[in-house]
């Protein structure tokens, strides 16, 4: 039926343009029970958790803003688990899916090293921005505006340079976790 017609869809987009889907992100009211239920509950973790996110040239629609969001990680195998909080009313599209009365998954994310090949490619195809900034050196992202159904906005990633070796960490340190010191504090980026 229609569920499987737009399942089938997203793998196509996630194949053909993509390549595996690398994160999964998932936008929350209250990220402090959020990462305890996937660690007490789910055994996924450690997690690797931010506060406040420095975000450069951030742009929502074309508009710049200064969100403050707090963002932790962890991988459960191959793929990385994002959780989200934002923490005031700038404009993004996480605040769009909270006042939509969603919480859960709301995007998937591909990574690349590739950055602005893979950004001009996609623009190519007809993918059109929403919303994109920065996270330290070589960690550009952009969401595109290719909401079908909840959890299915697409997340463009750099992971080049200290953001890659962030996420290396983070995957390195999950294979064995024996779900001690659950949470932890976001290495500074500078330094990896």
Do not use: C
């Not at 996270?135 to 992202?141: D, K, L």
Request: aromatic residues 14%; glycine residues 10%.
């Amino acid at each position: 039926s229609s569920g499987i017609l737009f399942i089938t869809k997203l793998e196509k987009i996630m194949s053909t343009f993509f390549g595996e889907i690398r994160q999964l992100g998932y936008v929350v009211d209250d990220i402090e029970a959020a990462m305890a239920y996937w660690s007490d509950t789910l055994g996924v973790g450690p997690w690797y958790y931010n506060p406040k996110v420095p975000i450069r040239n951030y742009q929502y629609d074309g508009q710049t803003y200064e969100p403050h969001n707090s963002v932790a990680l962890a991988n459960s195998g191959f793929v990385q688990v994002e959780l989200i909080q934002t923490r005031n009313d700038v404009p993004s599209m996480y605040r769009d899916f909270l006042q939509a009365g969603r919480t859960g998954l709301q995007h998937v994310a591909y990574w690349t090293e590739q950055y602005d090949a893979d950004l001009e490619r996609l623009l190519r195809q007809g993918f059109k921005p929403r919303m994109s900034g920065e996270v330290g050196e070589q960690g550009r992202f952009i969401y595109f505006d290719t909401e079908y159904h909840p959890g299915t906005v697409i997340e463009l990633s750099e992971v080049a340079g200290p953001k890659g070796r962030l996420f290396d960490l983070i995957r390195a340190t999950s294979e064995g976790w024996d779900g001690q010191q659950a949470i932890r504090p976001f290495p500074d980026l500078e330094t990896l």
